[in-house]
């Protein structure tokens, strides 16, 4: 399952995301993981949910986001929730053709391993393709 919120700076999609991962560590049985650009829900986020910094490992685009996210699961089987705040953000791009690609194989990887995904893309929703709100 792949959960996509869109919308511009200043709509709520932080304070959503904070409540998504409250929920998900009081619900799930395994590992949540949240990963952010860099140190803002430190003290909103249940100390339980596993925060990661990612300007701390130079993520430049999505097949560097693949890869750290099959690291992570690859290290840790039990993760049933990886939320990532800011996608564009984290990557530096903007809405493209890629992240469509990303999305699909987020799908694939969560059917396969069985980890729900929701992120946060700090855009305007018009500029969200077909294939970008079937997630919404």
């Known amino acids: 399952m792949v959960k996509v919120i869109m919308g511009l700076k200043g709509t709520g999609k932080t304070k959503q995301l904070i409540e998504l991962v409250k929920k998900a560590a009081d619900s799930e ?4 993981v949240c990963m952010e650009k860099s140190p803002k829900l430190t003290y909103d986020i249940p100390h339980t949910v596993r925060l990661i910094e990612t300007d701390d490992y130079s993520i430049n685009g999505y097949d560097c986001m693949r890869g750290f996210i099959c690291g992570l699961h690859a290290a840790n089987y039990d993760i049933t929730h990886i939320f990532i705040d800011s996608l564009l953000r984290i990557i530096d791009r903007d809405v493209d053709d890629d992240m469509v690609k990303f999305l699909d194989w ?12 929701t992120m946060m893309i700090s855009a305007d929703t018009s500029l969200a393709s077909g294939g970008v709100k079937k997630y919404f």
């Open 29 to 32: 049985d395994g590992s949540v």
């Open 106 to 117: 987020c799908e694939s990887f969560s059917s396969r391993e069985n980890v729900k995904f």
